[in-house]
Every structure is written in structure tokens, then in C-alpha cells.
């Protein structure tokens, strides 16, 4: 069970790297619009709360991945 929730939690990471790493390369390579220039695409501000909130997300994702990892048959 352990393992197949650290599995679960290991695509949702990367699936959130994706997305801001989409975030900012659409908005740098001139794809999206980014009249404010956060970095963040002009059709995405509705999820700018998600972009806020980065650096408390990963470092969740990051404390879960370890827990799950110590907790897991992989090790």
C-alpha cells in the first residue's frame, strides 16, 4: 500500500515539475502571454495561487516522498 502511494506520489511531483516548468519556458519563449511579467502565463492567472504557493508545495511533496521512502519495501 505504502509503495503504490509513493508511486502515485512520485508521478504527481513530477506532473507539478512539468507544470512549472511549462509555466515559465511558454512565458520565456514568448508562447504565452506575460503583460506583468511573473512568469506566469496571462491565461493561467487563475491558478496563480498554485504558483504562490511553489516553494511550500514542492517542499511538502519533497517531506511526503521522504516519508513514504522510509516506509517503503524499495529501500
Known amino acids: ?12 511531483t513530477a506532473l507539478m515539475f ?5 509555466a515559465k519556458y511558454s512565458t520565456k519563449s514568448g508562447f504565452a502571454l506575460d503583460e506583468n511579467k511573473n512568469d506566469i502565463p496571462d491565461s493561467w492567472e487563475r491558478y496563480s495561487v498554485v504558483f504562490k504557493l511553489k516553494s511550500f508545495i514542492i517542499l511538502l511533496l519533497g517531506i511526503l516522498i521522504g516519508y513514504l521512502l522510509s516506509n517503503s519495501s524499495y529501500l
Not at 1 to 12: A, G, K, R, Y
Not at 18 to 22: D, K, L, N
Open 18 to 22: 512539468v507544470f512549472f516548468w511549462y
Open 1 to 12: 500500500m505504502i509503495d503504490t502511494i509513493l508511486l502515485i506520489v512520485l508521478i504527481f
